[in-house]
């Protein structure tokens, strides 16, 4: 098929290049594979049943339906109606509804939602960047944690920030970007702080409730690459994601990343 006949793709930009993303590299995603190890495990230390998925800010469902539909009782803790309200139609559509229990509340009061220590996996993917105390919400994430059980951070990466910002000719954003202690872009930035390696790092490890064990990035190269440039004869089908998997791993480029993913875990 010429790529003139391809149905449209929704475009999308990386450090201000249009790409695409074509449906083979859906699969190109280390923090889906690096969850699905950790579930896997956690099944097995429950002797086969579901694992226990506490998901803060969980919003309306990215990663909470999958990971119902992939058989695990999950648990969203959210401070929106509203994102709460499309997280159970998502969930009804997908069949998993009771697989999703959707609660409101703030990471703040994480202790009046959900009981300490049950969790088998923590996610806070996208929360840290809005909350008014990053140390406090990883303490009040650890302690839902059960012992021995992962938290899962997603985070915004300072540098891609800077990084697209010179690319669209923004420059006093991007120096700001650099330079401001939050790695904000000025005071109508929507988000409240973007981090580096070393920031998310020493977050999260900060009074020794929480062990890193990987810091990646998500999604370092596979939006990078225009439609239609891998194939034909570009390589094997899974060429993109070994690719991703070393890069995720791989200074400068995994602190390049928009999104920089840790995996931390409670201690037994
Ligand atoms: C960027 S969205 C991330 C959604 C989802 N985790 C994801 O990765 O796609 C941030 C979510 O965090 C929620 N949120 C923000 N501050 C919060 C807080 N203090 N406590 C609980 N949820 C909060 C918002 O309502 C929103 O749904």
Not at 44 to 62: E, F, I, N, Q
Not at 163 to 186: I, Q, Y
């Amino acid at each position: 098929m010429s790529r003139c006949a391809r149905a449209p793709r929704t475009p999308r930009t990386f450090y201000g290049v249009a790409v695409s993303r074509a449906p083979s590299f859906a699969p190109v995603d280390v923090v889906a594979r690096t969850l699905r190890v950790e579930l896997t495990a956690a099944r097995a230390r429950r002797g086969g049943a579901a694992p226990r998925v506490l998901d803060v800010g969980g919003g309306s469902g990215t990663w909470a339906v999958p990971l119902a539909a992939d058989g695990c009782e999950v648990t969203v803790v959210d401070s929106s109606a509203n994102a709460l309200a499309v997280l159970r139609s998502r969930a009804r559509d997908a069949g998993v509804a009771g697989g999703v229990r959707a609660v409101q509340g703030d990471v703040d009061a994480l202790a009046d939602a959900v009981a300490d220590a049950q969790a088998d996996l923590v996610l806070g993917h996208g929360l840290l960047e809005y909350v008014d105390d990053p140390a406090e919400a990883c303490r009040a994430l650890a302690a839902a944690a059960a012992p021995g059980a992962a938290v899962s951070l997603l985070v915004a990466g300072r540098f891609a920030a800077v990084l697209s910002r010179v690319v669209a000719g923004r420059l006093t954003e991007a120096r700001r970007l650099l330079v401001d202690p939050a790695g904000r872009w000025g005071p109508d930035d929507p988000l409240r702080r973007r981090m580096d390696v070393e920031e998310i790092r020493t977050l999260v490890e900060v009074d020794g409730r929480l062990a890193v064990e990987r810091v990646q990035g998500h999604r370092v190269l596979a939006d990078l690459v225009p439609d239609g440039v891998v194939e034909p004869g570009g390589g094997p089908p899974d060429a993109l994601a070994e690719l991703e998997d070393i890069a995720a791993g791989t200074p400068p480029l995994r602190d390049m990343a928009s999104s920089l993913h840790v995996l931390a875990r409670r201690p037994v």
